[in-house]
Structures are given as structure tokens and as C-alpha cells.
């Protein structure tokens, strides 16, 4: 006899199942952050996040380049960052490039599935945002090339219609 649960599985489209996935693994997220935040309080809660995400850097360099993704310029890096968005979030995120050399790479997010989430489950405080999204970042850009940088120059957490970032070369 057939498993329920598989052959429901079986009709439900593949973009279907990696949303449903990605969005069921971002709540999780989101109520782990707020439950470690009331038991660590939000400055220790931070400093673990960063830790984590930091610490995640080198297995994403692995696992982009294991996909055929190789290379140490800003371009490469910044391809990384954002097959790692989709990778970490499913297919909800909205990320396209606004400047792209080998040097430098500006680029845009106008959809936020962490942001949705927040919103959705009604949590007021996410490092994920800037520090986190930052730490994650650089773990990542010094996994690939110590010599890269990121930084974030718009935020929708500060007001600004979407997020901003840059990938570049230290100068």
C-alpha cells in the first residue's frame, strides 16, 4: 500500500515543496531567534547569531563551489552571496544586480523572505537584518577571499524601500 504522505507529495510541484520547505525552515528560524533573545537577552543573543553566521562562511565557499561556482573577485563573491540566499530562503527572494564589475558589485533585494516572515509570525526584533546579514556576508567573502568587503548601504529595516548592498575589493 502506498504512503499518504508520498503520494500527496507526488502532485505537489516542485517550486511548490522548496516554498512550502524554505518557508516552514524561516519560521523555525524566526522563533529560535526570539526564543533565545528571551533567555539570553538581545546583546548576547546578537553576539551568538554573529558567531553563527560568521561561522558558516568556509561551508558555503565548499558548497558553491562544488555547484561550478569558482572564483575570488567581487563578481564571483557576489554570485555566491546570492546563490546562498536561494539556497538558505527557497525561490521567494528578490535579488537583482545594480553595478557589477570583477571589482565591485551593487545589489538590490526588493523581497525578503526573513522580512516576510517577521512580519507574518509578528516578531519585533531580528538581528538577521543588518548584523546578521552582514556576518553571514562576511563569513562567507572571507571563506572566498579575506580581501573582499560587504557592506550594507540601504535597508528596508531603516525605511529604505529595499536592501542594499556592496561586494568589493579592499582597496
Given at each position: 500500500?502506498?504512503?499518504?504522505?508520498e503520494e500527496i507529495l507526488k502532485n505537489v510541484p516542485l517550486e511548490t515543496?522548496?516554498?512550502?520547505?524554505?518557508?516552514?525552515?524561516?519560521?523555525?528560524?524566526?522563533?529560535?531567534?526570539?526564543?533565545?533573545?528571551?533567555?539570553?537577552?538581545?546583546?548576547?543573543?546578537?553576539?551568538?547569531?554573529?558567531?553563527?553566521?560568521?561561522?558558516?562562511?568556509?561551508?558555503?565557499?565548499?558548497?558553491?563551489?562544488?555547484?561550478?561556482?569558482?572564483?575570488?573577485?567581487?563578481?564571483?563573491?557576489?554570485?555566491?552571496?546570492?546563490?546562498?540566499?536561494?539556497?538558505?530562503?527557497?525561490?521567494?527572494?528578490?535579488?537583482?544586480?545594480?553595478?557589477?564589475?570583477?571589482?565591485?558589485?551593487?545589489?538590490?533585494?526588493?523581497?525578503?523572505?526573513?522580512?516576510?516572515?517577521?512580519?507574518?509570525?509578528?516578531?519585533?526584533?531580528?538581528?538577521?537584518?543588518?548584523?546578521?546579514?552582514?556576518?553571514?556576508?562576511?563569513?562567507?567573502?572571507?571563506?572566498?577571499?579575506?580581501?573582499?568587503?560587504?557592506?550594507?548601504?540601504?535597508?528596508?529595516?531603516?525605511?529604505?524601500?529595499?536592501?542594499?548592498?556592496?561586494?568589493?575589493?579592499?582597496?
Amino acid at each position: 500500500m502506498a504512503d499518504r504522505a508520498e503520494e500527496i507529495l507526488k502532485n505537489v510541484p516542485l517550486e511548490t515543496r522548496w516554498a512550502i520547505t524554505a518557508n516552514a525552515g524561516q519560521s523555525v528560524f524566526m522563533t529560535y531567534m526570539s526564543i533565545l533573545r528571551d533567555i539570553a537577552g538581545e546583546e548576547r543573543a546578537t553576539e551568538i547569531t554573529d558567531g553563527i553566521f560568521r561561522a558558516g562562511g568556509p561551508m558555503f565557499k565548499m558548497l558553491v563551489e562544488s555547484l561550478g561556482l569558482v572564483g575570488d573577485d567581487a563578481l564571483a563573491a557576489s554570485h555566491a552571496l546570492k546563490l546562498g540566499a536561494f539556497l538558505l530562503f527557497g525561490p521567494e527572494p528578490v535579488i537583482e544586480v545594480k553595478e557589477e564589475t570583477k571589482d565591485r558589485v551593487v545589489s538590490t533585494q526588493t523581497v525578503c523572505p526573513i522580512w516576510n516572515r517577521r512580519k507574518e509570525l509578528g516578531h519585533e526584533w531580528l538581528p538577521y537584518c543588518i548584523p546578521g546579514h552582514t556576518a553571514w556576508a562576511e563569513g562567507v567573502l572571507n571563506a572566498i577571499n579575506p580581501n573582499l568587503s560587504f557592506s550594507i548601504t540601504k535597508a528596508v529595516e531603516k525605511g529604505d524601500p529595499c536592501c542594499e548592498w556592496v561586494v568589493e575589493l579592499k582597496k
